[in-house]
């Protein structure tokens, strides 16, 4: 399904009902928006494989080592990547991070301040540029204990800086080619140049980031190390003596979790920041009344628990998730014949009444993110429209969506959910706070000039010059506070 066609599938809900089938090749695509239908799902895991599975055409894309991982691990070797991976994104772990979060978001701020003073008090910026920028600052130095300093235009890109934009950049070429190919599948055997210069990249990542970091863990104390980087604490986690010989990770499992933590994390923490800011920018009552919260706050560093207690803030981000989700669907497919439950029955061609679905083994089945968490059914008629205060008081029926998360499918949910949801929730806390408590925002162009593009996850770029790749550009102003 392309990408572009989601925004119709959510807005035609209701005329084409619940249950929406489409061709791909000789296999039938299911498409649900029926939460009791996703329940069956996450309950059923093992049944319902991800998108590289075996017999689906895009599984080509797992070759590459870039996207192995627990990004793409099946049944009982995701548990075990999970079980050892879990730990280094628990709360206490989260906690460790604030500070860094808080220094890389007012370096940004010093920058955008320096901006606004050049440009005699206003300047245009493009927020997709910077906020990708401080993104990989941040999951750079928490992910693997490394300084990229995206931020700092001086500075030279080392060798690892270099490979980690190129994994980045090429990550994207291959995920359009992947789709094309799950279409065409004679495509898989046409040589890709992308192909090559990933593998090539995540050998230099493996020699020059991951393995050094692989013996420092190894030789430091398994219990006390004042290098807490997640690859650190990960590799900590897999040979503590918790964790049974024969559970653990081996060494190339635990090396092919760099690129997966690198794309995870980058990729989807840039979304939620920009749409995040995007909803400040293009509504202004909202920025101008999340601002006032922030401000009432006595100090610039806030410490997390402060940040927690801003209500506004938190309905704010949940809202953000609800309405842009960074990845607008997901598909599984079926691995064996399985009968699928529905919350309310439909009619077939026929008018005849059905309480299931019967799916047969290699069926992709879409998960439709943005069409659950924007489902009239579920949080009323104004369902597609961004207003955080509806999280005062929810509706009942969204406590059927079963998400790990604020009763939305933002992170999925079940035993695939995001391991890293924690994570992301904190850093974009902690980056409104600091930019919104700052500057007052505004679009530089049109409002119907942005437009959604995306191919896994979404991005906003400009209707008359899309081909530049996603970009938002924004007038920024620093905010003078009332005496």
């Given amino acids: 399904m392309a990408p572009t066609l989601w925004p119709y ?9 619940a249950k929406i089938i489409f061709c791909e090749g000789l296999t ?42 627990i990004i793409i691990a099946e049944g009982n070797e995701h548990r075990r990547q999970r079980k050892v991976m879990s730990p280094a994104f628990s709360h206490s772990h989260i906690l460790q991070f604030h500070d860094i979060f808080l220094e890389k978001a007012t370096q940004l701020r010093q920058i955008w301040t320096s901006e606004c003073l050049k440009s005699s008090g206003k300047a245009q910026i493009d927020t997709v540029s910077y906020l990708s920028r401080l993104t990989l600052d941040i999951i750079a130095l928490t992910g693997f204990n490394f300084k990229t300093d995206s931020l700092n235009a001086d500075d030279t890109p080392n060798k690892v800086h270099r490979a980690i934009c190129e994994l980045l950049r090429t ?18 055997w046409i040589p890709n140049e992308g192909r090559a210069r990933i593998q ?38 897999n040979s503590s003596p918790d964790v049974p010989i024969d559970q653990r990770m081996s060494e190339a499992d635990v ?23 995007s909803h400040h920018i293009l509504m202004n009552l ?38 842009n989700p960074p990845v607008p669907s997901l598909a599984r497919v079926a691995g064996k014949d399985d009968v699928i439950p529905l919350r309310q029955p439909l009619k077939d061609t026929r008018g005849t009444s059905h309480d299931s679905i019967p799916i047969k083994k290699g069926e992709l089945i879409i998960i ?18 961004f207003r955080p205060e509806r999280w005062e008081n929810v509706p009942e029926a969204v406590n059927t969506i079963p998400g790990v998360w604020s009763n939305t499918l933002s992170f999925l949910g079940g035993p695939r959910s995001c391991i890293g949801y924690r994570f992301s929730i904190a850093q974009m806390k902690v980056i409104l706070f600091v930019l919104i408590r700052e500057f007052e925002l505004e679009l530089a162009v049109p409002c119907e000039e942005i437009i959604s593009k995306s191919t896994v996850v979404q991005w906003p770029t400009l209707k008359s010059d899309s081909t530049h790749g996603p970009q938002m550009p924004i007038f920024v102003r620093v905010h003078h506070k009332e005496k």
């Fill in 286 to 323: 909202v920025q101008k009344k999340l601002r006032e919260e922030l401000l009432a706050v006595s100090t610039d560093t806030p410490t997390i628990d402060e940040m927690n207690a801003l209500p506004y803030l938190d309905w704010v981000i949940r809202e953000t998730l609800r309405v």
């Fill in 200 to 237: 090539a990249t995540h050998e230099t990542l493996v020699h020059d980031l991951g393995r050094p970091l692989l013996a420092e863990a190894k030789m430091g104390d398994t219990n006390e190390s004042s290098v807490n980087d997640i690859f650190s604490l990960l590799t900590r986690a």
């Fill in 255 to 277: 090396l092919s979790q760099i690129p997966a933590l690198l794309l995870a994390g980058h990729e989807t923490m840039r979304h939620v920041e920009i749409v995040g800011c």
């Fill in 368 to 385: 439709p993110i943005m069409a659950i968490n924007r489902d009239k059914s579920l949080w009323g008629d104004d369902a597609a429209e």
């Fill in 171 to 188: 990550a994207k070429e291959i995920q359009t080619m992947r789709i094309f190919s799950a279409i065409c599948p004679i495509l898989r």
């Fill in 9 to 17: 599938l959510v807005a035609e809900r209701f005329l084409w009902g």
């Fill in 28 to 69: 039938n695509e299911y498409m649900r928006t029926d939460a009791t239908s996703y329940d069956h799902r996450y309950e059923s895991i093992d049944t319902y494989i991800v998108q590289w599975s075996d017999i689906h055409p895009s599984r080509f894309a797992s070759d590459l080592p870039s996207l192995a991982g």
